[in-house]
Every structure is written in structure tokens, then in C-alpha cells.
């Protein structure tokens, strides 16, 4: 999920998961330009993922940290290398290997009903039309930003699972479609309906969807020919990555509106949504991912250190 004006600010997120908070190290990692980085911080400082805290006086300087709300994108970044991972693991060089320190097995998680304990499943996830139109509203401007892709930089890491993953879901348009079909809206007038997007761009998303294998076409009309469309197994693993979307939105867009707005259909409940750990049942913590590549451990050991001193600051 990319984010202000293009991919670069979900790349500059990234580092900063990795540890990075100073604009020197984010332009030499990122190769980007400095009118755009600079834009780019004060994005995400202004929408609230990032803070810009002073570290010197003399020359004044600044350093950019996640907030609590930027830290709390965790589960997001989590779910789409897990995509990546699952989908897509055959064509990246290598795969990050992570673990669930509780009980020791490798990173698998999966999104639980905090009233009721059972997986949450597609379309199980009932919502309020004037909130969903808000929300899909804000996160939407952010997906348009974190997602063009055409406009997707070159780096030099040869590990980038979400760029293989922005290939796959193309862009905004793609995931709310693939949203649009996970909760059960299949025909292409419906899906042309309920997102109100222009023909020529759903037809245009629909072929790419379908050539990455993420949703299959059936027709169920001859004359004239009308067609509806189905998720793909990699499309309905992309639930998780959607409600984790949600959730996040739900925390931090809209945190005194929320409970009565989304409700689980299978018991009826406000539904919370709780990423836990597939082997464990525990809820999956940050500070509960382990990586087991050295260099990996050491940057997040970095980045939560300067989360916890700007808190502490
Ligand atoms: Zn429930
Ligand atoms: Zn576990």
C-alpha cells in the first residue's frame, strides 16, 4: 500500500521501519530527489504517521520518526511481505525470515474476531454505508499516494516483496475491486456501481487482475455477453491485508465513531479486528517479531529505540 503522490512515501515508511530518521540517510538510501523527499516528510508528518523532532541546535536539525499511529502501520507492512512471501516468494532472491518469539514458530498470522475468537472471513464484515464511504474515502487518498506505480522508484535492495506485490495489485483501483469482489459484488455492473469508477478503468484493472492470476472471469450471459468476476486464492489471502486497512483506519481516522460502525455477521458483534499468530493464538505484538537475518534484527533493534526515545522525549 503506497502512499503520497506515489510510491515514494510507503519506501520512506519502510526505512523508517528499518531505523532510518535522518533526511541525509533517506536520501542516500532511496535515491530520491531532495524537493521530493523534503515533500514527502512533510506528508507524513502532516497526516500524523511521522514526527519531526529536533536532535541539534546549532545548526538546527531534524530527524523524522514514526508516531504511534506510524508505528501501528506494522501490521499492514507484516501482512503484505507475508503476501509477498506466499505469492510471489518465487521470484524474490530470498525471503526475510521471520519468527514469533512466544512460541518460536515462523511468522504466520491471520485476523481473529476480538468479540468472538473466530477468523474473520470474507465478507463476513458488515459496515455502515456513511462510514464506509468516509473511510474507504480517506484510505483511498492514501492508497492513491502510496500506490502509483508507474512512478515506482529504483533502489538498490534486491529484497522488495511490495514491489512485486504493487506489480500484482496494480493500484487503488485494484485493491477496492478485489474489496468490492471479497465481499461478495461479482458482476460488472455491481462493481461498477458500488465503486464508481469510470468503465474504461474497470475493464482496464479487471484484464490486469486477471492476468496476474488474482480474480477469474465466467461469463454468465451470451447475448449480449456479460461477465462476472471471482477472487483467486492470492486475491482472497489480500482480506487480511484489506482489514488491516480497516482496523488501522478505525484506530487512528475515526477513534470515538467506531464500534457501532463495523459489525462481524457471524456473532453479531461490533467487530475489532485481531491479527494473532496462526500457531499460537496470541496477538501478534511488534515487539514480538523476531528476524532472524542479523542485519534485519539490528534495524528494527534501532528503529524501536527511536521510537521509544521521541515517546520518552
Ligand atoms: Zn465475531
Ligand atoms: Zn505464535
Request: glycine letters at 6%; hydrophobic letters at 40%; a neutral charge.
Amino acid at each position: 500500500m503506497a502512499v503520497l503522490g506515489d510510491d515514494w512515501t510507503f519506501l520512506i515508511l519502510r526505512q523508517a521501519f528499518w531505523g532510518v530518521t535522518r533526511f541525509e540517510n533517506f536520501l542516500s538510501n532511496l535515491a530520491v530527489s531532495r524537493a521530493r523527499l523534503s515533500d514527502r516528510l512533510k506528508y507524513l508528518t502532516g497526516i500524523g504517521v511521522m514526527e519531526r523532532r529536533p536532535y541539534q541546535t546549532r545548526p538546527e536539525r531534524f530527524e523524522y520518526v514514526l508516531s504511534e499511529m506510524g508505528l501501528d502501520l506494522f501490521e499492514m507492512a507484516l501482512l503484505i511481505h507475508q503476501w509477498a512471501d506466499r505469492w510471489r516468494g518465487d521470484q524474490l532472491d530470498s525471503n526475510i525470515e521471520k519468527r514469533h518469539r512466544p512460541c518460536g514458530a515462523h511468522l504466520s498470522m491471520g485476523f481473529q474476531c476480538a468479540s468472538c475468537d473466530e477468523p474473520i472471513a470474507p465478507g463476513t464484515i458488515v459496515e455502515d454505508t456513511g462510514y464506509r464511504c468516509r473511510l474507504v474515502d480517506r484510505i483511498d487518498g492514501l492508497l492513491h499516494r502510496w500506490q502509483r506505480r508507474k512512478a515506482a522508484p529504483k533502489h538498490s535492495s534486491s529484497f522488495d516483496p511490495v514491489s512485486y506485490a504493487l506489480e500484482a495489485f496494480g493500484d487503488r483501483w485494484s485493491l477496492l475491486i478485489i474489496d468490492a469482489i471479497l465481499s461478495g459484488i461479482h458482476r460488472f455492473d455491481d462493481i461498477q456501481r458500488r465503486l464508481d469508477v469510470a468503465r474504461n478503468i474497470l475493464t482496464n484493472r479487471l484484464v490486469h487482475l486477471e492476468s496476474e492470476g488474482l480474480v477469474t472471469k465466467n461469463a454468465y450471459q451470451d447475448a449480449p455477453p456479460r461477465y462476472d468476476y471471482h477472487p483467486a486464492p492470492p486475491a482472497r489471502d489480500l482480506h487480511d491485508v484489506l482489514t488491516a486497512t480497516r482496523a488501522w483506519g478505525l484506530r487512528w481516522l475515526y477513534p470515538s465513531d467506531t464500534d457501532a460502525k463495523l459489525v462481524h455477521r457471524y456473532c453479531g458483534q461490533a467487530a475489532r479486528p485481531k491479527l494473532v499468530c496462526t500457531s499460537c493464538a496470541r496477538p501478534i505484538l511488534w515487539e514480538d517479531v523476531d528476524y532472524a537475518d542479523p542485519e534485519m534484527k539490528e534495524a528494527k533493534a534501532k528503529m524501536m529505540a527511536t521510537v521509544i526515545n521521541a515517546g520518552g522525549s
